[in-house]
């Protein structure tokens, strides 16, 4: 079995681990994210909800409709108010884990930058790396 990869919020009153290995780290540039972190946006682990679990302290949770016009519940430490993840209310199987929070991540990089039509015009987004200007699997505007 690989080696739980483990995480924490700033003022380490809250810890989490990841049992499966972060095969891919996704930028987002959406307005929500912008807010959240302060800068550029954020930097994502999508994974199953199965391979999450915070081992120590209890998060708050601030729930809104994202830029996409879904429901998303972002989850943060309400001692220093670090990010730690996020999580679409419609589907519960998958966790979005904040990048900027993991232990000795080893080496990873970004694959993917979403929402770039919101982004910053001081956000250097490499222009080899994927790139989708909304929501890659947002539902069908009617």
Known sequence: MTQALSGSCL???????ISVPVAELRACHCVACQKVS?????????????????????????????????LLHRYFCGDCGSPLYSQRDAAPENVAVRAGGFDNAG???ITFHIWTASARSWDRIDPA????????DAPAKA
Do not use: M, W
């Open 107 to 109: 080496e990873q990089r």
């Open 129 to 136: 790396v994927k790139q989708h200007p909304g929501q890659p």
């Open 38 to 70: 302060g800068g550029a946006g954020t930097v994502n682990a999508a994974i199953p909800s199965t391979a999450f679990r915070i081992t120590q302290g209890t998060p708050k949770r601030y729930s809104a409709l994202a830029d996409s016009g879904r």
């Open 11 to 17: 003022c380490g009153k809250i810890r989490f681990e």
